[in-house]
Nanobody
């Protein structure tokens, strides 16, 4: 089992940057595909990006491609989401999630474990 805790959310101006962290418990973190999702008020949870267990491949939603970067440190049981050029529409609660698979999925239904979320608010 994996427990996930996000941190690093906050208030940032449009055009600014923010880095989210996801700390994982458990000895098998390196066997999980890790994903970031977000949910804005009144909207469904959406895929932001994901990273394979070995960290060699990343995948992003079109809306964040080129602005967001995912990385992980398996030795530290941690994953990160670097967000640059933030836009008002990036405002949401951001969640990290773990999927015990090497197959990267963009569907939230695939992921087995979830953090509690961290709020990111982008202001004008």
């Amino acid at each position: 089992q994996v427990q996930l805790v996000e941190s690093g959310g906050g208030l940032v101006q449009a055009g600014g940057s923010l880095t989210l962290s996801c700390a994982a418990s458990g000895r098998t973190f390196s066997m999980y595909t890790m994903g970031w999702f977000r949910q804005a008020p009144g909207k469904e949870r959406e895929f932001v990006g994901a990273i394979t267990p070995d960290g060699r491949s990343t995948f992003y939603a079109d809306s964040v491609q080129g602005r967001f970067t995912i990385a992980r440190d398996n030795a530290q049981n941690a994953m990160y989401l670097r967000m640059n050029s933030l836009r008002l529409e990036d405002t949401a609660v951001y969640y990290c999630a773990a999927d015990y698979s090497w197959v990267v999925s963009r569907s939230s239904n695939t992921y087995d474990y979830w953090g509690q979320g961290t709020q990111v608010t982008v202001s004008s």
